[in-house]
């Protein structure tokens, strides 16, 4: 049985980062030193070598909108904030006869890649608007780069393997037809119900395995994670005897030193009082359920 959650404590969080009176102040991106890191049983850089040595990383490439005009009027008229919208990339060619672990692997590299950014209602992390834009508030307390929780989940897959899920939170936990969303890499999402206890979740989850998260009301899913696994550790490289995880979010949640982790994407504990396990609703996985 799940312990109680405090839902009174998440609903005043909630208004507060809502309407922005939870800033960035609390703890800078700068001044923040995670005592996480990421373990890789293949090198990094040969996880994600074609993002960093051709044009697929550069993100001026990322738009259906030619990077000149990602500033103009008309981009600001058409997506407002939200700013312009992704294109859907193509299956990496170095992807190509490797094991689902090596695929789990690259999708953390990718991910690991916008470590910092903030929580922003955008698109593209990288999409960084002139003072004046348009903005809804964040817990960042003013504009700039980053993405929200189920922003990111979608760009570290369509830029990790071409796999272009809806950003739209509820309707990315309902997926589960990938063929034509992913150039046919993928057929369909492996839909996983909550494991039986806290601890089945260590063994049950892979890296990249996407768990939704319900509101504290209960009502339909609100927000998405990303299951590290074995490759969430402590900064030493020891195990970190919590599950970690990594995702975009207010600044609420404490690491294993008891200091507040900044608004935005880090690593961040699983914890069996926390929000995410006690308001688990379902996982999908992609990779492995080819």
């Known amino acids: 049985m799940k312990n109680n959650f405090s839902k009174m404590r998440y609903i005043i969080f909630s208004f507060l980062f809502t309407f922005g009176f939870i800033t960035g102040e609390l703890k800078s991106q700068s001044e923040y030193q995670s005592p996480y890191t990421i373990k890789y049983t293949f090198s990094k850089d040969s996880l994600i070598y074609d993002i960093l040595n051709t044009d697929r990383g550069d993100y001026k490439n990322s738009s259906t909108t030619e990077y000149s005009d990602w500033y103009s009027s008309a981009t600001k008229k058409k997506y407002g904030g939200w700013g312009p919208a ?8 170095i992807i190509n006869g490797r094991s689902a672990d090596w695929m789990r692997e690259r999708l953390i590299a990718v991910a690991t890649m916008f470590l910092g950014y903030g929580y922003q ?9 002139p003072t004046g834009w348009p903005w809804k508030k964040t817990c960042m307390g003013s504009n700039g780069k980053g993405v929200d929780c189920s922003n990111f989940t979608a760009y570290i897959y369509n830029l990790g393997f071409g796999v272009k899920l ?3 939170t509820l309707t990315q936990s309902n997926t589960q037809n990938l063929s034509d969303i992913s150039n046919g890499l993928f057929e369909t999402a492996e ?20 768990l939704f998260i319900k ?3 209960n009502k339909p899913v609100s927000h998405v994670i990303v299951w590290l696994g074995y490759m969430g550790v402590n900064a030493d490289g020891s195990p970190s005897g919590t599950p970690l995880i990594m995702d975009s979010h207010g600044a609420e949640v404490k690491d294993s030193n008891g200091n507040e982790i900044p608004c935005g994407i880090h690593i961040r504990p699983f914890e069996k009082t926390s929000w995410y396990y006690n308001k688990f609703s379902h996982a999908l ?6």
């Open 285 to 290: 996985r992609i990779i492995g359920s080819r």
């Open 121 to 129: 209602h955008h698109h593209i992390p990288d999409w960084d608007p």
């Open 166 to 168: 809806n950003s739209n």
């Open 191 to 210: 839909l996983i119900q909550e494991p039986a206890s806290y601890e089945d979740f260590v063994t049950t989850f892979k890296p990249g395995d996407l």
């Open 86 to 93: 992704t294109i859907q990339y193509s299956t990496p060619e």
């Open 215 to 217: 509101a504290a009301n």
